[in-house]
């Protein structure tokens, strides 16, 4: 009898409200099988390139802060490759067999462990792209403040850090903070989102730290990017090479970009059901899904086609060789350059007025005449 009601219990806790099988949900278009075969076959090739290209370039680099930016790269790259392997196998697995998830997963372990993938194969890419805005912040805007010798180990670390974060955070529903529950089309599960209790602190500490994450990596890349802007158009532009501190920031930005346009519709949907008190749309919430999906397939063509080597075969009249791809735009350098001095020389002039006055003795300094 004890374990019978313990069975149910677990049964309701992850079945209920939501009861499969949704039929009146699947005749939807975008609940339609072919959406999830595809997308998962485009991003599965898609991250395959990726990460051949990356072990190539890794091999072939020379710079240290190169192989660093590289390392996270490469984290994320695996994240979103095991994340389409892993949720997209289960997806197609269920379109192609329509399994019971009661018959084979009475006690919701199936289910929880694919809730738990979707945070963490969720969260895991935002917080690497907010972790890779903080190292590019870090070696463009403070190079001195990181170490020359600083062991490759130690960027794995981090990686293997984020991973941890997005690990501890997907297992707190198991814990009691938060529900895993089977969701419409009845292929997939996903944490329970309710403006109650441990479901809606859960759903809004999901929310609030990915778009917190987006919120850093647009922060400091925008610092990293004005910084840039400013070595390479500056007087002293040619003494060093910024052609990779370029290239990594563009990859980088796109990066941003996509992510920003891809999860922010659903976070912002999540966060404002559970805080309006609103019933789930969970029509709205399979459509911002997609949008999601498009980031890992989108992710991967960014660095396998910004890149110089492939830049220069696209256009190889241009010199992408020179000591800064900023030289490819030079009314744009020229314009940067002029704004920049002419602010510089401006401030230079009010410091030598204020200095002057100051040092111009009490005698010579006339009062004004008065009025008549």
């Known amino acids: 009898m004890n374990t019978t009601n313990s069975s149910f219990k677990n049964d309701t806790n992850c079945y209920s409200p939501n009861n499969p099988p949704f039929e009146e949900f699947e005749s939807r278009s975008i609940a339609r099988p072919a959406y999830s075969a595809i997308f998962s076959a485009l991003g599965l090739t898609s991250h395959f390139i990726a990460l051949v290209v990356l072990l190539q370039s890794f091999r072939q680099t020379h710079s240290r802060s190169r192989s660093f930016f590289l390392i996270f790269l490469g984290g994320l790259v695996v994240t979103d490759f095991m994340g389409l ?6 997806v197609v697995s269920f379109h192609i067999t329509h399994f019971n998830w009661r018959t084979i997963d009475p006690n919701c372990h199936f289910c929880n462990f694919m809730g738990m993938s979707m945070v963490f194969y969720g969260l895991s890419p935002l917080l690497l792209g907010a972790s890779m805005a903080i190292e590019r912040f870090i070696g463009i805007n403070c190079p001195f403040a990181r170490s020359s010798t600083m062991p490759k180990r130690r960027t794995i670390t981090m990686v293997l850090m984020v991973w941890l974060i997005a690990g501890c955070i997907a297992l707190l529903p198991l814990m009691g ?102 019933n789930l ?46 030289t490819l735009y030079p009314s744009f350098s020229d314009t940067i350059r002029r704004f920049t001095q002419s602010s510089i020389r401006t401030q230079a002039s009010d410091k030598t007025d204020e200095t002057a006055i100051a040092d111009t003795p009490p005698s010579t300094l006339k009062p004004p005449l008065p009025s008549p």
Not at 85 to 90: A, E, N, R, Y
Not at 302 to 323: C, E, Q, T
Request: proline letters at 3%; one cysteine or more; hydrophobic letters at 50%.
């Open 85 to 90: 392997l892993v949720t997209g196998s289960i």
């Open 281 to 326: 749309n969970e029509g709205n919430l399979l459509l911002w899904l997609r949008f999601v999906t498009w980031n890992q397939i989108l992710d991967p063509w960014v660095y396998i086609l910004f890149r110089r080597s492939v830049l220069k075969r696209i256009s190889p009249r241009l010199d992408w060789s020179r000591g800064s791809i900023m």
């Open 177 to 278: 903070f938060g529900r895993y529950h089977m969701q419409k089309p009845g292929s997939w599960c996903f944490f329970y989102i309710s403006s109650k209790g441990n479901d809606q602190a859960f759903s809004l500490l999901f929310s609030l730290v990915g778009l917190f994450s987006i919120a850093l990596s647009f922060l400091l890349n925008t610092v990293s990017v004005v910084t840039l802007i400013k070595v390479c158009c500056g007087k002293n532009r040619k003494q060093r090479r910024r052609d990779y501190e370029v290239e990594m920031m563009v990859q980088l930005i796109l990066i941003m970009i996509i992510a920003t346009v891809c999860w922010c519709p659903m976070l912002v949907f999540i966060a404002y059901t559970v805080l309006s008190t609103a």
